[in-house]
């Protein structure tokens, strides 16, 4: 399976709102209402920040959503906050009881 | 409290067998639907899944890497070993553990991960 495709960066000022795509083919992201998104500051492990496509965990702030449409995914992140700097990644099921990854996008908050 | 902790050698010569141990507590992997993953991430670049075993003792291997893939569990010792045979140096990584709840399709708790490099 090829990873899935992401920006490499993003950015935006604090409140801000930005958005991180996610796509893939239809047999992963389009075949399945399992996206889950994970963010991952510098040295640390991800942390699941959405899964089921859009659905929070306890303990994240509403300001994160996740939609999806067709093959791609989508991360709104909504007034921005310094905090949420880090790398975010998608991931897919893929059939077959195995996941793949997307290449990861960095999100600067300027 | 769900934690999981990853531990093996942070180095390992090419051709060598790595074995890595993710132990767990907050969970058992005894219980129906439990399941763990293990997810490698090359120094700086994206995350990849390798495998996974379920409560009733079913495995799973990503396609690219299962003929040098082998997980297993001792659930008595609420431990996880993945081993990787023929290493090379394209399979330096930080090595990731991570829980699958009952009836999820995602990884809730992820262990700090290791460092593993190989190197002559």
Redesign the interface.
């Given at each position: 399976q090829s990873a899935l495709t992401q920006p490499r960066s993003v950015s935006g000022s604090p409140g801000q709102s930005v958005t991180i795509s996610c796509t893939g083919t239809s047999s992963d992201v389009g075949g399945y209402n399992y996206i889950s998104w994970y963010q991952q500051r510098p040295g640390k492990a991800p942390k699941l920040m959405i899964y089921d496509v859009s659905k929070r965990p306890s303990g994240v702030p509403d300001r994160f959503s996740g939609s999806k449409s067709g093959n791609t995914a989508s991360l709104t992140i909504s007034g921005l906050q310094a905090e949420d700097e880090a790398d975010y990644y998608c991931c897919s099921y893929a059939g077959s009881y195995t996941w793949v990854f997307g290449g990861g996008t960095k999100l600067t908050v300027l | 409290q769900v934690t999981l902790k990853e531990s093996g050698p942070a180095l390992v010569k090419p051709t060598q067998t790595l074995t890595l141990t993710c132990t767990f507590s907050g969970f058992s992997l005894s219980t129906s639907g439990m399941r763990v993953?293990w997810?490698r991430q090359p120094p700086g670049k994206?995350?990849?899944?390798l495998a996974?075993i379920d409560w009733d003792d079913d495995k799973?291997y990503?396609?690219?890497l299962k003929t040098r893939l082998t997980i297993s569990k001792d659930t008595s010792k609420n431990q996880v070993v993945l081993t990787v045979t023929n290493m090379d140096p394209v399979d330096t990584a930080t090595y990731?553990c991570a829980r699958i709840p009952p009836n999820?399709?995602?990884?809730?708790?992820?262990?700090?991960?290791t460092l593993v490099t190989v190197s002559s």
């Open positions: - | 993953s997810i994206a995350l990849e899944w996974r799973f990503s396609a690219s990731y999820g399709v995602y990884f809730d708790y992820w262990g700090q991960g």
